[in-house]
């Protein structure tokens, strides 16, 4: 009877508080999101899981940024993947590099005018990160990987996040693969609202030709100007353009198979197992979590609607045959391809068909993957300096 009561005083089981209960719901909500939605399910699921994992008391499942060596001198199976991973800023830029491998950036070059779109949906970036500061009273470093949560792009705020604030890595990425996932129900309201009938009626010009050699170039030149004027992006834009150079040159199909596939197969797997490890009951159960949550979605929202308002102004300066339609703005967020599939279906059902502006909108949409990268870089640059 001692031995079956020190097994009883021992188990996890009888060390459950109810924090790690709400974890287990939170984490089980994620995975069910994931598979009857379909709502990122290639990084929820492993998220979920990790969170459940990470509330299994004496389980040692869990991850830290302030993790320290005990004296049993073992570090836990997801602490050194958080380590090896994480700390050392490892796997998001391997993310961009299988990214990279997966995105064609010849609507971008057809029309140069839809890097502007890009560009300004970054908006919200910058609104939550000031609110978030000003508003919330949270630190800036802390604001910065909140605000990153409107370029709509997971592996940049874990990124960023990692580096400035990696105690709130669980809620950021989170909310941001969370609204990521709600892009068709976020964006159709916004681009309604912001939008005439006339505008989404208004036709995409006739793009022009992009030739292989400006393709090639593409990803060596923007890696290179990018790193020489912010070199805190190399990281991400860097690997992303190494990506696109294997994916266009032709002559590198193993490599490019191997980085778009098992190895950014690989790499997520472990990038959500460990985000969901950092959710412990204590440090994910807060009122900031909610604020992150709630700035997120106005991050979202804000960045959403920067890239359709900065189309309607450009729309006064150009002449009429060669407007832009302004619902694209949209789709300058990160979130490949789904958003200007998005803009796609909405633009579609509104003109019944007569306008289809799906490969215009993918322009914005990649333009934005540099975007958020390179606005990443920007608070590194200036707040790590600082």
Known sequence: MEILQRLI???????????????????????T???????????????????????????????????????????????????AGIKTELLPPIIFLGVGTLTDFRPLLARPLTLLLGAAAQLGIFVATLGGHYGFGFSIEESAAIGIIGGADGPT????????APELLGAVAVAAYSYMSLVPVIQPPIMKAL????????????????????????????????SLLIPSSAPLIGMLMFGNLLRESGVT?????????????????????VVGATMTGATFLTVRTLFILGLGAIAFCCSTAGGILFAKLLNVFLSKENRINPCIGAAGVSAVPMSARVVQKFVSESTNGRVNPLMAAMGPNVAGVIGSAITAGVFLTILKAG
């Open 157 to 164: 705020s874990i990124f960023l996040t990692s580096i400035l």
């Open 33 to 83: 999101l994931a598979i009857r939605k379909n709502y990122e399910p290639l990084l929820l699921i492993p998220i979920g899981f990790g969170a459940i994992l990470a509330n299994l008391p004496g389980a040692m499942m869990s991850a830290s940024s302030e993790w320290t060596m005990g004296e049993s001198h073992s570090v836990p199976l997801l602490q050194l993947i958080y380590n």
């Open 195 to 226: 939008t005439t009938q006339e505008e989404r009626e208004i036709p995409m010009a006739k793009p022009r030709n992009v030739s292989p050699t400006a393709v090639i170039l593409f990803p060596v030149v923007t890696a290179a100007i990018s």
């Open 253 to 273: 199909g193993r490599l490019q198979k191997t980085a778009g596939g098992p190895m950014i197969d690989i790499v997520t797997i472990f990038l959500g197992l």
């Open 9 to 31: 005083e021992n188990s996890g089981a009888s060390h459950i508080l109810w924090q790690n209960l709400v974890m287990y719901v939170i984490g089980a909500t994620l995975i």
